[in-house]
């Protein structure tokens, strides 16, 4: 615990300070450093060598950078991602095997770089906004952390991710919950919408996230790891830091402009 918690407050205080203080070119560079890293990661989950890793990474950060640099509407990909996660719970339900490396690089695609693009347009819409979405991811993974810890009795996915518990999704959407509405009731020019409308959004981001969490899981349980890197002390990888929130952030970005 301690190490996670030494490894984290750094990293806390270097994203606020990013998020708010980066001029945009900085803050594009250090958003595309993370879309490398996770998607040497993820190659590494497919099982690729190491410079075939290195390739892939490379080439998936030239794709985001190249869509973000583009004058046209990218809503397309926030709409593929959410297909695509609206169909990961089958995949998980019936614990489809996703070992075909083709098929695993083509998803790193739709997770990743959504969640890159997604990340820019939230920054630039507003910092505030990201940071209020980053803040539900964080709120619900340490909600479902510290009530799973304190009342967890029944596996929420045995077979995929052992340490969750029905218990600590409860307690992670309760506090989902009451995040979106003290949200809600500090900053209400933030969304044109009513508590139901920001309530019933936060839940759906609070189920992606869980989405994001156990995809990642199933895709280390089968590559046979526990992290998805060591970059992080206490963490692991990058993936496992950022896997509830490349559920999230492109969704976010759909939902906003909805109720914006």
Known sequence: MLTRILTALPLIAGFLAALFLAPALVW?????????????????????DRPAAYLYAGLLTLLGLGLANQTGDVGWIYWASLV???????????????????????????????????????????????LAVVGLVVMADSAAYFCGRRFGRSKLAPRISPGKTREGAL???????????????????????????VLLAAWSLFVLSV???????????QAGVKDSGTLLPGHGGVLDRIDSLTATLPTACLIHSWMS
């Open 84 to 130: 695509f996660w609206l169909l990961v719970p089958a995949v998980l339900w019936r614990e489809l095997a996703l070992r075909n490396v083709p098929m695993l690089l083509g998803l790193g695609f739709l997770v990743l770089v959504p969640t890159f693009l997604a990340i820019l347009q939230l920054r630039t819409q507003s910092p505030g906004l990201l």
């Open 211 to 221: 989405l994001g969490d156990l995809l990642e899981s199933w895709i280390k349980r």
């Open 28 to 48: 594009l560079g250090i958003m595309a450093l993370i879309l490398f890293l996770g998607a040497l990661e993820w190659g590494g989950l497919a099982r690729l």
């Open 171 to 197: 307690g992670a959407w309760l506090g989902v919950s009451l995040y979106a509405l003290i949200l809600h009731t500090l900053w209400p020019q933030a969304l044109a919408a009513g508590w139901p409308g």
